[in-house]
């Protein structure tokens, strides 16, 4: 989505150019009336280009390297998604995969969805590669294997989907993974439902990773609110999740494991999930883990407001395992926030380490034992315990078993006081926590053994509180927040409402800058907006709360980037100058851009130079003043009602003497800048960086793959280098590949009218 690099690679995959391949584009309706007509002609490497429009069909491929996308990747309009529907037939998949194990299938920028009284897959797998990319995945009710099930060694690669209101009579809601492999960055999954176990994934035998996905209100009748992984491979992650307001009725409202030879879950938030009091298990209440071998690492979590009645509320462990840099605030249970028990007389070890428990609360009526927010359960384990915090927790920090013997070690704690813990025998004056008697609790610390404090208070800066703004899309920024915790990364929230209240929001998680650019906010309508910058464990603080007001009177152009020269660069010769494409938001509108150089940098009186539509203009040496000069230089994009924008940044460049030109550096990397003029009549420039001497292939294409001609085929020096085609070809679209070398290619469009 970020212009000219989204727009190479979509050219990339759309046309198959990138390996000199004669990729075909089919288009749906244009071309074939049907998706699986078009598919029927395809051959390894084609894509299917979907017009916006809604098709009722199932398809089935065979095994091919295939692309079908809709017209989103084109124009990244993320409302092309959701007009281009893809609804299966009754009782059918949607997309039936039976591939060969190394073909690969993309889906990209579709709404696979489904009538309220029909059932089916979204999509079938068997062998073979997944991608799925940028789609809507919704209202799929299913008795078994979920929306999306793969199977014989299938695997699925899921980036920025939306998953919600799928059902399943039985397991895994969205998917059922069975002997395959699954890996999610930057999805959400919202309001799915198993009727047994996994109310979003149910995966045994294959390989798990898991990042930047937000999970929210999903439900499993039985076990695994949101997943159950079972026998995974190696190497599998869970990373920077949030797990919010998930529902088990039976164990683990989060996530449920059994056999595995690696897990990891780190820096993920899990709050407000719950087991209700009419629970099935009576173990394990957010995450439930049981393994004879393998260690489970949970690392720099943030658990906030879950509940369950069971012993674990929060994690359930009969494994091996190492829990370091978590923080536990306000978590309730009736028996134990984290506990650890025994299979089959296996001496498992559970080390805790660098965590902060604050006013998490064990309820207790009448008599404490056999409960604590921490307890071992077992008299085959050993809970070692050392270098955490304890604050202000209700019932036993730490508990003791009625029935058997486990080891502990919990010294070296602090307990929330430099008295130490309330212990009746050791330490009977403390004023911290209440530890159990069994317990040995000397030494303890007098201070804090861990830092964990929320990010500080941050400023807001554009817009600015009561803005009118008639330019879409809008970029938010703000200024960097500050964490106490040395070790921390600071991610933000942007948050942006109808309402001052917030109830009904949108929230663009795991932003890693200071600012944003959204571009579906709606003219006419005013806007509350806010920020929350969260660290590791989700600490978090929120900006104050301004409003903004969008106005549909002529939107101006967006914003936009200068690419080349770079930044105080030394020149000679003629300059090529390139900024990146605006884009207009107003209907029939157009934009024309006009290059200003100023030699003083004030811009009162600006040398100008008006390119139309073109993002790039060469300036000859001897339209500027003698060598020795320094310039600054911007760009202008005026749309037909005369809204104006600057581009974003102002560069400077001086014109560099005759030593200049022996000591001027060379290009530090291969680029192939923007064609001049484009479109075009009948000659185009082209101006090519290279770094290093090199075989260099320049080569024009039509848009179906076909070759037309080679510009050139040699070794070039280092340096800048220009070619000129002279097309003698009919009006349309062609493309200019370059390749050099071995490893570096690059792709750009031109457009020829006559």
Same mark, same amino acid.
């Given at each position: ?169 039985? +397991? /895994?809601? $969205?998917? &059922? ?7 999610? %960055? @930057?999805?959400? #999954?919202?309001? !799915?439902? *198993?009727?047994? +176990? /996994?109310? $979003?994934? &149910? ?7 898991? %990042? @930047?996905?937000? #999970?929210?209100? !999903?439900? *499993?009748?039985?076990? /695994?609110? $949101? ?22 009725? /039976? ?504």
């Amino acid at each position: 989505m970020q212009g000219r690099k989204t727009l190479l690679l979509t050219l990339l995959a759309l046309f198959g150019i990138w390996q000199g391949s004669r990729a075909t584009i089919h288009r749906v309706p244009q071309h074939y009336d049907t998706i699986q007509s078009a598919v029927n002609t395809a051959v390894d490497n084609d894509t299917i280009l979907v017009a916006p429009g809604t098709y009722h069909e199932s398809v089935y491929i065979t095994p091919q390297d295939l692309f079908i996308t809709s017209e989103y990747l084109l124009h990244q309009d993320s409302l092309l998604i959701y007009r281009t529907t893809w609804e299966g037939e009754d009782d059918s998949p949607t997309l039936y995969l039976s591939l060969g194990a190394q073909d690969a299938v993309t889906i990209s920028g579709f709404t696979l969805s489904r009538d309220p009284d029909e059932q089916g897959h979204a999509i079938t797998i068997y062998s073979g590669i997944l991608n799925l990319d940028h789609c809507v995945v919704e209202n799929h009710a299913v008795t078994h294997y979920g929306a999306v099930y793969l199977s014989d060694a299938a695997i699925a690669n899921v980036d920025n989907c939306i998953f919600k209101n799928n059902q399943t009579e039985n +397991d /895994g809601a $969205v998917f &059922y993974a069975a002997y395959s492999s699954l890996d999610i %960055a @930057q999805c959400q #999954f919202i309001d !799915n439902y *198993a009727g047994s +176990d /996994g109310g $979003v994934v &149910y995966l045994y035998g294959g390989r798990f990773n898991c %990042a @930047q996905s937000i #999970f929210l209100a !999903n439900e *499993a009748e039985e076990e /695994g609110g $949101v997943m159950v992984i079972d026998f995974l491979q190696t190497d599998n992650q869970i990373v920077r999740c949030r797990f919010d307001g998930n529902i088990s009725r /039976g164990s683990a409202s989060a996530i449920e494991c059994y056999g595995y030879d690696d897990l990891l879950i780190r820096e993920c938030y899990f709050g407000n999930n719950e087991i209700p009091d009419n629970i099935v298990s009576p173990y394990g209440g957010l995450i439930y883990v049981c393994d004879y071998d393998s260690t489970i690492k949970i690392y720099n979590n943030g658990f906030y407001n879950n509940y369950a009645s069971t012993y674990g509320s929060v994690s359930c462990l009969r494994a091996y395992g190492r829990i370091e840099g978590n923080y536990y605030e306000g978590n309730e249970t009736e028996k134990s926030i984290i506990s650890l028990n025994c299979v089959n007389s296996i001496n498992f070890v559970l080390q805790l380490r660098d965590n902060v428990f604050r006013d998490n609360v064990v309820q207790s009526e009448g008599e404490n034992a056999g409960k604590g927010v921490l307890i071992a359960n077992s008299t085959d384990v050993c809970l070692s315990a050392t270098d955490n915090d304890f604050h202000g927790n209700i019932g036993y920090a730490v508990g003791y078993p009625i029935l058997a013997t486990p080891q502990y070690n919990v010294e070296n704690n602090y307990w929330g006081h430099a008295s130490g813990p309330y212990h009746i025998l050791q330490n009977e004056d403390g004023q911290g926590d209440t530890v159990a008697i069994e317990l040995d609790i000397l030494p303890f610390c007098t201070e804090p053994c861990n830092i964990m404090e929320p990010p500080e208070p941050f400023e807001l800066l554009w817009p600015e509180n009561g803005s009118m703004n008639d330019t879409l899309p809008v970029r938010f920024s703000w200024l960097a927040a500050n964490d106490p915790n040395p070790d921390d990364e600071i991610d933000y929230m942007l948050e942006i409402s109808l309402t001052p209240q917030f109830t009904s929001s949108d929230k663009y998680w795991f932003i890693t800058g200071e600012n944003h650019i959204v571009e579906n906010l709606e003219p006419e309508c005013t806007y509350y907006w806010r920020v929350t910058a969260y660290d590791n464990v989700w600490m978090d603080w929120t900006s104050e709360t301004r409003t903004l007001t969008v106005t549909d009177i002529g939107l101006a152009p967006c914003a936009f980037n200068l690419d080349s020269p770079p930044n105080d660069t030394g020149i000679r010769d003629s300059i090529l100058f390139v900024w990146d494409a605006t884009i207009d938001c107003s209907t029939d509108d157009s934009v024309t851009y006009f290059l200003e150089l100023s030699p003083n940098g004030s811009f009162d009186n600006p040398m100008v130079w008006p390119t139309g539509s073109d993002t790039a203009i060469v300036v000859y040496e001897n339209e500027l003043s003698p060598s020795g000069s320094r310039y600054s230089w911007r760009v202008k994009a005026v749309d037909t009602r005369g809204h104006c924008t600057l581009s974003n940044q102002v560069w400077n460049f001086n014109m560099l003497d005759v030593v200049g030109k022996q000591s001027e550096t060379l290009p530090l990397q291969f680029k192939l800048y923007p064609p001049h003029p484009n479109p075009f009549n009948q000659q185009v420039r082209i101006t090519l960086a290279v770094p290093r001497a090199e075989h260099v292939r320049a080569e024009i294409y039509d848009i179906l793959g076909r070759r037309h001609c080679v510009l050139y085929d040699d070794r070039l020096d280092a340096g800048w280098h220009e070619f000129q085609w002279y097309a003698k070809v009919a009006s349309g679209t062609y493309f200019i590949r370059v390749q050099a070398g071995t490893e570096w290619i690059s792709l750009t469009r031109v457009v020829l009218l006559r």
